[in-house]
């Protein structure tokens, strides 16, 4: 019985390489026709598909999928032609399932989409500053009902160089004073958080878990997993927006807390990586950029970043000290219609209008 089973195991491995390499061959037929397909468009421009056919197989149809939706067939090797307005940005895996002779293959390649828009500059004032606790590694940072909501990872103590612990607080932005604060255990870093519906989510970093808290009481309500990392997050009043420190930024269901959806953020010429901290603001997405001293808005529709604010000179007016970190904290207050911005263990935060 053992040689039995053997043998039809060795069969059916023969029988399984065998029909790779026939796949493979197949696949060697055809490709995407180079002079119609390029590695870079516009949201406003349209894409052509054709497959080049150098042995001259008689192609039945062609089915055309862009990031496995299927988006038309034509007969034949006929011009497939689909206009990438409502694309969103960034890499697009292409597939064209070929019939023909009675078979059926499938090849793919890939292009990029890059935003079409140059970034406004915007400029800034400063109306007023206030006190920020210069231990704050600043991870998230957002109103709600004229509160101040902050979480905190567990970044240097400010001027100890001794990691201190990851927290969940409530301030009061005029003058600094934590409010209410609960700390994570050692073993959780602190990232972004969002309150939604009198809830407070917050995200860690590399744990790949994030909690729900009732937002009068901090009670922890739930616990969530995500497959990423989790740095910023931000809600638009009905859904949940998180960075992962790449160019994408993912949509979740605030009750189910699944991905729903996703966007890459991208300007003409490149993709942003890095993306933080995250800000609902006027129907954009207001992201602070890891590691550089300035703020990216965002189109939340398709990617696009339509805005850039630099404010590099504001780490010149706080406090100088060897735990200060980069600028990191975006919080809009609906009732003044300002801006709040701050930076880990900053010892200011600064409310500014947009010019």
């Known amino acids: 019985m053992l040689k039995v089973k053997l043998f039809a195991f060795i069969v059916l491995s023969v029988v399984s390489s065998a029909c790779k390499e026939?796949?493979?061959?197949?696949?060697?037929?055809f490709s995407f026709d180079a002079s119609h397909l390029k590695q870079v468009y516009k949201l406003e421009e349209s894409v052509d598909l054709v497959l080049s056919n150098e042995k001259n197989k008689t192609i039945d149809s062609v089915v055309y999928f862009i990031n496995e939706n299927k988006i038309?067939?034509?007969?034949?090797?006929?011009?497939?032609?689909?206009?990438l307005e409502k694309q969103k940005l960034g890499n697009q895996d292409i597939k064209a399932l070929v019939y023909f002779e009675g078979k059926n293959i499938d090849i793919t390649d890939s292009f990029t989409i890059f935003s079409s828009i140059t970034p406004k500059v915007l400029s800034y004032k400063i109306i007023n500053t206030y006190s920020h606790d210069?231990?704050?590694?600043?991870?998230?940072?957002e109103f709600y009902r004229d509160t101040l909501f902050e979480g905190t990872g567990n970044g240097a103590g400010a001027g100890t160089?001794?990691?201190?612990?990851?927290?969940?607080?409530k301030t009061d932005y005029k003058t600094g004073k934590v409010l209410k604060t609960i700390e994570l255990a050692d073993q959780y870093f602190g990232e972004g958080i969002t309150i939604l519906n009198n809830k407070v989510y917050q995200l860690t970093w590399q744990n790949k878990e994030g909690y729900v808290y009732d937002a009068a009481t901090f009670k922890k309500e739930k616990t969530f997993t995500y497959e990423t990392e989790g740095w910023g997050l931000t809600n638009d009043g009905n859904q949940l927006y998180l960075s992962d420190g790449s160019e994408k930024i993912y949509i979740y269901n605030p009750e189910t807390?699944?991905?729903?959806?996703?966007?890459?953020?991208?300007?003409?010429?490149?993709?942003?990586e890095s993306i933080n901290e995250l800000e609902w603001i006027d129907g954009k997405i207001w992201?602070?950029?890891y590691g550089k001293d300035a703020i990216a808005i965002i189109n939340p529709a398709?990617?696009?970043?339509?805005?850039?604010?630099n404010l590099s000179e504001l780490k010149s007016k706080v406090t100088n000290h060897p735990d200060i970190d980069v600028l990191n904290g975006i919080a809009y207050n609906p009732k003044t219609k300002t801006i709040f911005v701050t930076g880990k263990?900053?010892?200011?935060?600064?409310?500014?209008?947009?010019?």
């Open 161 to 169: 160089g001794t990691r201190g612990k990851s927290s969940l607080r």
């Open 257 to 272: 807390l699944k991905v729903t959806d996703f966007i890459s953020v991208y300007t003409q010429n490149s993709k942003i």
């Open 134 to 141: 210069m231990k704050a590694y600043t991870q998230g940072f």
């Open 302 to 309: 398709n990617g696009s970043v339509e805005g850039v604010l």
């Open 287 to 289: 992201a602070n950029i």
């Open 22 to 29: 026939d796949e493979n061959e197949l696949k060697k037929l």
């Open 72 to 83: 038309g067939a034509v007969k034949g090797n006929e011009k497939f032609h689909f206009g």
């Open 345 to 355: 263990n900053w010892d200011k935060t600064f409310e500014i209008v947009i010019e």
